[in-house]
């Protein structure tokens, strides 16, 4: 993650929630208080992003003190002490939701990503994500599914080829798109092209894609697939893809196995922060 435009959506974030003042925080508690906030989590879960909670109190007040008490990517149970934070308790006050929501969202697809991760290990298959990730956030969710363990798979519309089908319909096919693709990139940019059916990939590898993706297929016919393909070109699997799913979509041989629900409907990991004690 580039610190200079993490630093800049955090304060950001921190101007939408602050505004003119936390209020109810001024009116509250005294300018002098001091305090120890304990962030903790109420569930089990992966946990990520223990790094931007403490940017954000240190963007927020440089005297608050952070102390991790587990490291990122530690696998925590219910009610760990994740971190101490130690300070102005007004600070406190006012960095807390935004560290929090931070921290939940992306413990949530951190574990989420290392619950599919195992499940595809035993095959050899990899788990990555896709661009159906929140707007402004594509950069922390992708960085927590790499802690999760699973890959990252194109950033954006700029650093790889990805023809879909509306695309191979305004080409005119398959080997049409190819053709054009070939023609506008680099010879360091990949290029992967989507199918539906057995005849579309055989085209496909024909025509020289780099990346061949087998869309919304059943299991038999992605066998019949990477019988043809494997060891040819890579071959990503990718509609619809779950926990309840992905093991029997690995056991078909594809090398990777893409799935959208790693960022657009993760659950948050139920993480709070106490003052004192944890309750």
């Known amino acids: ?9 955090l304060k950001a974030w921190l101007e939408e929630d602050i505004g003119f003042g936390d209020i109810t925080t001024e009116a509250i508690v005294p300018p002098d208080a001091v305090a120890t906030g304990l962030i903790h989590t109420k569930e089990a879960g992966l946990v990520c992003g223990l790094p931007l909670a403490q940017r954000v109190f240190a963007l927020l007040d440089p005297t608050l003190t952070f102390v991790p008490m587990v490291t990122e990517g530690t696998a925590a149970g219910d009610r760990t002490v994740l971190a101490k934070v130690s300070g102005s308790a007004r600070s406190l006050l006012t960095g807390e939701r935004l560290a929090l929501n931070l921290l939940q969202h992306l413990s949530g697809i951190a574990t989420y990503t290392h619950k599919l991760a195992q499940l595809a290990a035993p095959y050899g298959a990899v788990v990555v994500d896709t661009r159906k990730t929140t707007p402004g956030l594509r950069q922390l969710e992708k960085y927590a599914v790499r802690v ?4 990252n798979h194109r ?9 879909k089908d509306n695309h191979i319909q305004v080409a005119g096919g398959i080997t049409q798109a190819l053709e054009l693709a070939k ?4 010879h360091m940019t990949k290029i992967e092209i989507e ?3 057995l005849e579309g990939a055989r085209e496909a590898l024909q025509a020289g894609a780099d ?8 299991p038999e016919q992605m066998k019949a697939c990477v019988k043809e393909l494997k ?8 509609g619809g893809i779950n926990e309840n799913t992905l093991a029997q979509v690995a056991a078909t041989g594809v090398d990777v196995i893409s799935v959208g629900a790693l960022t657009h409907s993760v659950k948050a990991l139920d993480i709070s922060m106490d003052i004192g004690k944890i309750k």
Do not use: C, Y
């Open 1 to 9: 993650m580039n610190p200079l435009l993490l630093d800049q959506d």
């Open 148 to 151: 999760g363990g699973g890959r």
């Open 155 to 163: 950033q954006g519309l700029f650093d790889a080829v990805l023809i």
């Open 183 to 186: 023609k506008h990139t680099s």
């Open 195 to 197: 199918v539906e059916t």
């Open 211 to 218: 990346v061949i993706m087998l869309d919304n297929m059943a």
């Open 231 to 238: 060891g040819k070109v890579i071959i990503e699997a990718s």
